[in-house]
């Protein structure tokens, strides 16, 4: 058995001290290791998405990768986008525009459209699709997942 590593994973805001194998993956880590179960795991293989997370401002796949690389770097999830009972825009929108149906991909879809128009708030609608089909939607619910990311992206827009 692999030695652990002691790591600090700070998870919207609260710091997860736990020893790792090295290989370890973070969204292994972030589930079981710290109880944070909204990050779900498809293929571990980073092509569906569903396991996307921001690190240090940036959609990871954390499928790919290892919980010791994301030692003491700032990790968001889809818990941490609500503000208390106040849904983030981007919720919001999922549920307006009836973005989720089965819900599993749904985690992985807000994570990446949120991180990716925090850095980019004025990304051209070509070029968010096109950041969309990163991620995949077993249930063939990509037209309103796109409405909803552009109605949410209008308004965070709105709100910066």
Not at 143 to 151: D, F
Request: proline share 4%; glycine share 10%; aromatic share 4%.
């Amino acid at each position: 058995m692999s030695e652990k590593t002691p790591i600090t994973l700070k998870i919207n805001g609260r710091d997860h001290k736990i020893a790792v194998e090295p290989r370890r993956t973070l969204a292994d880590a972030i589930r079981e290791d710290c109880g944070q179960t909204g990050t779900h795991i498809g293929c571990e293989h980073g092509v569906c998405g569903a396991c996307t997370v921001i690190v240090n401002g940036e959609p990871v796949r954390s499928c790919l990768m290892f919980a010791a690389q994301a030692d003491g770097k700032a990790i968001r999830t889809v818990e941490g986008l609500a503000k208390g009972n106040e849904l983030h825009p981007m919720q919001r929108a999922f549920m307006d525009h009836h973005g989720l149906q089965c819900g599993f991909c749904t985690p992985g879809f807000l994570m990446l459209a949120v991180g990716v128009l925090e850095r980019e708030p004025q990304i051209s609608d070509d070029d968010l699709l096109d950041v969309l089909s990163s991620n995949l939607c077993r249930c063939t619910g990509y037209q309103n997942i796109i409405k909803a990311v552009r109605a949410a992206a209008a308004e965070m827009r709105g709100a910066s």
